[in-house]
């Protein structure tokens, strides 16, 4: 059961419409089910032309907004229209009165016994729903409060759900996503776009949030993308960045104007800050718009460390104009870099190397030189560049990378999706709230092979994963292994770009790691007994399945990736009780028995 809470200026209008035929038609003998008084004395009569007579039920509702006076509420009617599930019984009459009285009572505005809460009516002319009018005014001059009043009936709706048997719905833990709205829907239709604009704009930004590490570069993926974007400044501290909107082109208002949309207008964890914490450190300190999240080198071969070192140098020299700029630039990418002096000329930068800064605990990281990642980004070739624009454009990202090593990123993406899968499970049974920063990265990681593969099931399945991805309440995960992999594994697919050749094989492993992630972590939703958003996880595996193609089952696997599954399984298999069952990998193909694996005890009952 659902309640949503609307506002209005006139409750004489609003009435006519709740006894009226409607747009469609679809209204059907429409009466009051419950009040502030005797249905039997609210009842609107009906004249001898057929008209009702509303009068005297407006007098009564109106009557205490005059004691107010012009402490009144710009929109003094409070209209709450609550709907069953299709799946529910019709329920009757006396049930309805009961449902409607439990909403007043939860949301303070009558509740049980207060002789002088406001005046209200629920009015009923379908079988699924019945519609909830009063005036936000007390007799005794007091003005009620209506703060919160949304989760308060959410509330209440799940409390009638238990008591009748109903459908049992999400609570209001702020997980789901901003809908469109009616206008925004109809509005679509009209122009012949596929989904509204709001919808629209939150995948965009929810890929480019995936496929970004940084402020700038979030910024930069938007504007490619044909986004239109606006930010917002400080008014206090010049040049603090605090905030953004997007528009889609084309989408304006009655003026002309585009229509935007702040970040937290399109999802909660879509705000600048909650961006930011997205790009922080490891140590999950948010540094303003200087956080920067480099790639994990812990889940990267060495063909795929070395091209993106190379996309990531080419990139900033592309962005320079000088040597120390250039060098800056790796720097804001999280790159460690080393200089090389000049042995005759103090002072003078003969040559550099960069490096992965997880490449190394308490070892030397693993340098390459500019020379050695490809001849033209040698310091030297570069400076001529610099000095030389007209020498041309230097190749693009996805003109630069070679079918291996496209290869080699779907390949890392699928391990780092493996790997998180592997940590998840071993919080399922003994601290399933372990979790939660995995769930939230993975979004990024559907996102972003939805984007690059352009597979519809891809898309489907990360917008309806997207409420699975949220923890309750707005908070925000600590950084973890689990999702740190996640991420890596979003930022190569948006490195890679659309799917040639050979890759497709790749991305047949990627999509099967998907699926496995997914129910993962709808067996952890369900041990977090957050049954909507283990249904979210559980619908967006079914649509992952769906894009994986008919031969799959077939496709030749890598020989590292085919043992790297076997010890995975290998290792669930032989995880110490008690433990969830183990889910399978595909539906068709269920993972092999290990009668062979090692067992380990028991921990005993405390």
């Known amino acids: 059961m659902i309640g949503k809470v609307l506002g209005g200026a006139r409750v004489q209008g609003l009435l006519r419409y709740l006894y009226g035929p409607s747009a469609n038609g679809e209204h059907h003998n429409p009466h009051i089910v419950a009040g502030f008084e005797?249905?039997?004395?609210?009842?609107?009569?009906?004249?001898?032309?057929?008209?009702?007579?509303?009068?005297?039920?407006e007098g009564l509702l109106t009557q205490p907004l005059a004691l107010l006076g012009e402490r009144n509420y710009r929109k003094p009617v409070w209209h709450c229209a609550v709907r069953a599930a299709p799946e529910d019984p019709v329920l009757t009459d006396g049930q309805w009165a009961q449902?409607?009285?439990?909403?007043?009572?939860?949301?303070?505005?009558?509740?049980?016994?207060?002789?002088?809460?406001?005046?209200?009516?629920a009015v009923r002319h379908a079988d699924d729903h019945v519609h909830i009018v009063a005036t936000l005014a007390r007799p005794d001059g007091v003005r009620p409060e209506v703060w919160n009043d949304g989760y308060r009936v959410r509330d209440a709706c799940r409390a009638v759900e238990e008591r009748f048997g109903l459908r049992s719905t999400a609570p209001a833990d702020r997980t789901a996503a901003r809908r469109p709205k009616r206008g925004e829907t109809e509005k679509a239709v009209r122009r012949g776009q596929a989904v509204p604009s709001r919808t629209l704009l939150r995948r965009k930004v929810q890929t480019a949030a995936a496929g970004a590490c940084s402020e700038s570069e979030f910024f930069e993926r938007l504007q490619a993308d044909g986004v239109l974007v606006r930010q917002r400044f400080s008014q206090r501290t010049a040049g603090e960045l605090t905030g953004y909107a997007v528009a889609a082109p084309g989408d304006v208002n009655a003026d002309g104007q585009p229509v935007w949309y702040g970040g937290g207008k399109l999802a909660s964890d879509l705000t600048l800050p909650k961006l930011r914490h997205r790009w922080a450190g490891a140590d999950g300190t948010v540094r303003?718009?200087?956080?920067?999240?480099?790639?994990?080198?812990?889940?990267?071969?060495?063909?795929?460390k070395r091209a993106v070192l190379r996309t990531t140098v080419r990139r900033a020299a592309d962005e320079a104009r000088t040597t120390n700029g250039f060098l800056g630039r790796?720097?804001?990418?999280?790159?460690?870099?080393?200089?090389?002096?000049?042995?005759?000329?103090?002072?003078?930068?003969?040559?550099?190397?960069?490096?992965?800064?997880?490449?190394?605990?308490?070892?030397?990281?693993?340098?390459?030189?500019?020379?050695?990642?490809?001849?033209?980004?040698?310091l030297t070739r570069l400076q001529q560049r610099w000095t030389s624009p007209a020498t041309g454009p230097a190749p693009t990202i996805d003109d630069d990378l070679t079918v291996e090593e496209r290869q080699a990123f779907?390949?890392?993406?699928?391990?780092?999706?493996?790997?998180?899968?592997?940590?998840?499970?071993?919080?399922?049974?003994?601290?399933?709230?372990?979790?939660?920063?995995?769930?939230?990265a993975a979004s990024d990681a559907l996102h972003a092979a939805a984007r690059v593969t352009g597979n519809h099931h891809l898309r489907s399945a990360a917008d309806t994963y997207d409420r699975a991805a949220r923890a309750p309440y707005g908070r925000l995960p600590r950084p973890s292994p689990a999702g740190n992999a996640l991420r890596t594994a979003a930022r190569l697919l948006a490195l890679t770009g659309a799917i040639k050749d050979r890759t497709t094989v790749s991305a047949v492993l990627l999509v099967s790691s998907l699926i496995t992630l997914l129910d993962t972590i709808a067996e952890l939703?369900?041990?977090?007994?957050?049954?909507?958003?283990?249904?979210?996880?559980?619908?967006?595996?079914?649509?992952?399945?769906?894009?994986?193609?008919?031969?799959?089952?077939?496709?030749?696997?890598?020989?590292?990736q085919e043992a790297m599954s076997s010890q995975a399984r290998l290792a669930m298999a032989a995880f110490p009780s008690p433990w969830a069952p183990l889910l399978p990998t595909t539906p068709s193909r269920p993972a092999p028995a290990n009668p062979t694996a090692p067992t380990r005890p028991s921990r005993p009952r405390r």
């Open 288 to 304: 303003g718009s200087s956080a920067v999240r480099p790639l994990d080198g812990r889940h990267l071969s060495e063909r795929t």
């Open 38 to 57: 005797d249905v039997a004395d609210l009842e609107p009569g009906v004249g001898p032309d057929g008209r009702r007579d509303f009068r005297h039920v």
């Open 330 to 378: 790796l720097q804001d990418y999280g790159l460690l870099v080393k200089v090389r002096d000049s042995q005759h000329a103090p002072g003078q930068i003969t040559g550099y190397a960069v490096a992965f800064p997880t490449d190394h605990g308490e070892e030397e990281p693993t340098w390459h030189a500019g020379s050695r990642l490809a001849d033209d980004l040698s």
């Open 525 to 560: 939703r369900r041990l977090q007994c957050r049954q909507a958003q283990a249904e979210a996880a559980r619908k967006a595996a079914a649509q992952v399945r769906a894009a994986r193609p008919a031969d799959a089952d077939n496709a030749p696997r890598p020989p590292a």
């Open 410 to 440: 779907y390949d890392d993406a699928a391990r780092a999706a493996a790997h998180a899968t592997a940590h998840l499970r071993r919080h399922l049974a003994t601290n399933p709230h372990a979790g939660q920063d995995a769930c939230w």
């Open 99 to 121: 449902i409607a009285a439990e909403i007043m009572s939860r949301t303070g505005l009558a509740p049980t016994g207060d002789v002088d809460s406001v005046r209200w009516i």
